[in-house]
């Protein structure tokens, strides 16, 4: 199971919207491993070809993309990409290019190039296997798959606390200040 935090998604989405020109684009997802997967913590957008049909990234930029997963202690633990329309299976091209042919590896392909900032069960999930690519069905993605909140602020401004407060006082403790 790896674990996304939706500010790391929210922040590729928004990394993948910079891009005006209509090309696919990539980036990989690395982070720790845990007992029972791994949990992003860095995003990494690899300095790649970018056309309308596919992207290319070269072995110099692999290696680039990859020198900081030692020095981290960290992993590559999925790549995501785009493609065009929103059809989100694997190419003969994302099946021969992804950035493993391992089993147990993940590539997500969102649609319409994630301009239109699709939720993980918006994408094609693809699960690298001894036969090669398979995409996963919505069922089996949530086995591979889930994003958590990375933020989550349960803070209260002062001026909230202070009114709730005052509403949890019965009416007569208001006038307390003229018993002194």
């Given at each position: 199971?790896?674990?996304?935090?939706?500010?790391?998604?929210?922040?590729?989405?928004?990394?993948?919207?910079?891009?005006?020109?209509?090309?696919?684009?990539?980036?990989?997802?690395?982070?720790?491993?845990?007992?029972?997967?791994?949990v992003v913590?860095?995003?990494?957008?690899?300095?790649?070809?970018?056309?309308?049909?596919?992207?290319?990234?070269?072995?110099?930029a692999m290696?680039?993309?990859?020198?900081?997963?030692?020095?981290?202690?960290?992993?590559?633990?999925?790549?995501?990409?785009?493609?065009?329309?929103?059809?989100?299976?694997?190419?003969?091209?994302?099946?021969?290019?992804?950035?493993?042919?391992?089993?147990?590896?993940?590539?997500?392909?969102?649609?319409?190039?994630?301009?239109?900032?699709?939720?993980?069960?918006?994408?094609?999930?693809?699960?690298?296997?001894?036969?090669?690519?398979?995409?996963?069905?919505?069922?089996?993605?949530?086995?591979?798959?889930?994003?958590?909140?990375?933020?989550?602020?349960?803070?209260?401004?002062?001026?909230?606390?202070?009114?709730?407060?005052?509403?949890?006082?019965?009416?007569?403790?208001?006038?307390?200040?003229?018993?002194?």
């Amino acid at each position: 199971m790896i674990t996304i935090p939706e500010t790391i998604w929210a922040s590729m989405l928004a990394e993948f919207g910079k891009e005006k020109r209509q090309v696919e684009q990539v980036c990989y997802l690395d982070g720790v491993m845990v007992e029972d997967g791994g949990v992003v913590t860095t995003m990494t957008i690899p300095s790649a070809i970018l056309e309308p049909g596919r992207f290319h990234v070269v072995p110099e930029a692999m290696n680039q993309a990859g020198k900081h997963l030692r020095a981290l202690r960290l992993r590559r633990l999925a790549q995501v990409h785009t493609h065009p329309t929103e059809w989100t299976g694997h190419s003969q091209w994302d099946n021969e290019w992804a950035y493993s042919q391992l089993p147990g590896a993940i590539s997500i392909v969102l649609p319409h190039f994630a301009r239109t900032k699709p939720r993980l069960e918006q994408t094609g999930v693809h699960l690298r296997t001894s036969a090669g690519w398979r995409q996963l069905s919505p069922q089996e993605v949530l086995l591979h798959l889930r994003l958590v909140p990375g933020v989550l602020d349960f803070r209260r401004t002062y001026e909230t606390a202070r009114i709730e407060s005052a509403r949890k006082r019965s009416w007569w403790s208001f006038f307390t200040f003229w018993k002194h």
